[in-house]
């Protein structure tokens, strides 16, 4: 810019070394750059590259916990299935209705139909609120946030099997990933 309004390359070198010195004046002194100080003021928060560059970035796959649900075949009798689920651990129960569809079941659902004398009843029968929403290990936890509260767990998938559970992840899940995270 000197160049440019004086038309004269022998201020290039006083001016960029004066610029040097009052860049390190000004991070010695002042920690927040003078632009984001004025737009906090305005109420303006513009998150710097800097700052983007340290946040971590979580993924499903650091938050998911294995082996930690019950999968159930669509056929099985709900007889055999309550059997099955006594003296198991509160885990959730999910099913595979087909190929790429997920759903979750309820236990006092299971009881109350497996009661029935008649033992008719399968895995399948079951209504459900609707299929899961699927995610896979290497998404983001951030987009991932937004169904995490609207079911009680999420089932991780194999992007190239899904009909593969990895795991599966709910909302306590999630915040403890990034609560580990911001205190590392």
């Given at each position: ?52 560059r340290e946040q971590v970035s979580l993924v499903v796959e650091d938050a998911m916990k294995i082996d930690s649900s019950i999968v159930v075949d669509p056929t099985e009798t ?107």
């Amino acid at each position: 810019m000197v160049i440019e309004v004086s038309g004269n390359y022998s201020a290039a070198v006083p001016v960029m070394v004066s610029s040097l010195i009052a860049y390190f004046i000004s991070r010695r002194f002042q920690n927040v750059p003078l632009f984001d100080m004025l737009s906090r003021q305005d109420g303006l928060i513009l998150p710097s590259i800097e700052e983007r560059r340290e946040q971590v970035s979580l993924v499903v796959e650091d938050a998911m916990k294995i082996d930690s649900s019950i999968v159930v075949d669509p056929t099985e009798t709900l007889a055999t299935l309550a059997a099955r689920l006594n003296g198991q651990p509160e885990m959730p129960i999910l099913v595979r209705p087909r190929v790429g569809e997920w759903r979750l079941l309820s236990r006092e659902e299971i009881e109350h139909l497996a009661a029935d004398p008649l033992n008719t009843h399968t895995a399948g029968d079951i209504a459900s609120k609707g299929p899961l929403p699927m995610i896979f290990p290497e998404e983001s936890l951030e987009e991932v946030l937004r169904w995490a509260g609207d079911w009680a767990v999420l089932p991780v998938v194999n992007r190239g099997d899904t009909g593969k559970l990895e795991g599966v992840l709910s909302l306590p899940d999630i915040l403890h990933a990034f609560r580990q995270a911001a205190s590392e």
